[in-house]
């Protein structure tokens, strides 16, 4: 089925370890974009693309890298984790609209617990 | 600085039992308004996009509507399997647009 797959669904780290939260789409979308969502707050973004080689900086960046080598893909980089980054992540996806608003597809998420 | 506030946080509703959520916002240059549904595990789903005040969408038993300062999302008769997290947000400017994201109202319905 088209659409956005995360992986892993559930990971569990310790502080100061590394990983890398990967997302794929396979509806040829130029933008994608990465999310956090903790309780009591609204989704927030870290990071996004708008095309394959281009990335920028959202909400709440720090302590995250992304890069975008292809249009499918969009992986996200923990480089030193922290209790704080302790989440539910979500990719999303969505085309490049000339008017309109674009439609996110997001990811069923992957859920980040940093002891 | 753009904001979007949604309530209640949570409504209890019987199945049958009509009601509305509220999504109140503030932001620049208006693009579009969404709603999403969010199950829980599971990441958000489209429902609607409104993008002027007046406008109404509707879709089995829910219908969407926009003002200049809030919009609303309507639900007729109910049924469990409404059961869900309503999530708002806002889109503003041109280019790759930013949502705003509200921070939802969790909707129980009884059988």
């Known amino acids: 089925n088209a659409g956005v797959t995360q992986t892993p669904k559930f990971q569990v780290l310790k502080t100061g370890q590394s990983m890398t939260l990967q997302c794929a789409q396979d509806m040829n979308h130029e933008y994608m974009s990465w999310y956090r969502q903790d309780p009591g707050m609204g989704l927030r973004l870290i990071h996004y693309s708008v095309g394959a080689g281009i990335t920028d900086q959202g909400e709440v960046p720090n302590g995250y890298n992304v890069s975008r080598s292809t249009t499918e893909d969009f992986p996200l980089r923990l480089l030193s984790a922290a209790p704080s980054q302790t989440s539910v992540y979500f990719c999303?996806?969505?085309?490049?609209?000339?008017?309109?608003?674009?439609?996110?597809?997001f990811g069923a998420g992957s859920r980040l617990t940093v002891l | 600085e753009d904001q979007v506030t949604q309530s209640p946080e949570a409504l209890r509703l019987q199945e049958g039992e009509s009601s509305s959520l509220n999504c109140s916002y503030t932001v620049s240059g208006l693009r579009g308004l969404f709603w999403y549904r969010q199950d829980p595990g599971k990441g958000p789903e489209f429902l609607f996009t409104l993008y002027s005040a007046g406008e109404e969408k509707e879709k089995e038993r829910l219908k969407a509507t926009l003002t200049k300062k809030e919009s609303f999302l309507h639900i007729t008769a109910p049924k469990p399997e409404d059961s869900a997290t309503y999530l708002c947000a806002v889109q503003a400017g041109t280019g790759f647009q930013k949502l705003v994201f509200g921070t939802g109202t969790r909707l129980l319905v009884s059988p």
């Open positions: 999303a996806s969505s085309s490049r609209q000339s008017i309109g608003a674009n439609v996110l597809t």
